[in-house]
């Protein structure tokens, strides 16, 4: 079987764009944590793939989750500059009419694309923010109601 007939989406790093090589073409076990990640040239050149066959789905690898301080405890503090992007995020939430991704962006130009999805999605796993996708594909941020109305009763 052609691997194309099974590559729907290739888990690409959002921070230095390499991409992990679930096939496992190296001896490398996959069981002790161990993973491949290679550029998206090399992996399409490898498997053959062509342009237009396959989709990217954005994660993070170990070496950007460790430089980027994802692995950190829960104790351990966050960061001043990854507190900084959390409170510019909410500002460009709470200021905007309609917030898609290209609104925050251009509202953070101060911060890397990277710098801001990391914080983004961090903030939508544990509920500080909600992700909207609508039907022409755009995702559109927002805070949760509880949030809002929190955010007035402290501020009132």
């Not at 007939?5 to 290739?10: A, E, M, P």
């Not at 989709?55 to 900084?84: A, D, I, V, W």
């Amino acid at each position: 079987m052609n691997i194309v007939d099974k590559v729907v989406f290739i888990p690409i790093c959002c921070a230095c764009d390499r991409v992990r090589d679930d096939q496992q073409t190296s001896k490398r076990p996959t069981g002790n944590g161990f993973e491949q990640w290679i550029s998206l040239r090399s992996f399409l050149r490898l498997y053959r793939i062509a342009q237009d066959a396959y989709r990217l789905t954005h994660t993070y690898c170990p070496r950007c989750m460790e430089r980027l301080g994802f692995n950190q405890k829960q104790s351990e503090q966050r960061e001043p500059l990854q507190e900084e992007i959390r409170q510019r995020i909410i500002s460009v939430i709470e200021s905007a009419i309609e917030c898609d991704l290209d609104t925050l962006v251009s509202r953070c130009g101060d911060f890397s694309w990277g710098q801001i999805f990391f914080e983004m999605d961090n903030m939508s796993r544990i509920g500080i923010i909600r992700l909207t996708r609508s039907a022409d594909g755009r995702y559109w941020l927002g805070l949760p109601r509880l949030a809002r109305s929190h955010e007035a009763q402290v501020r009132g």
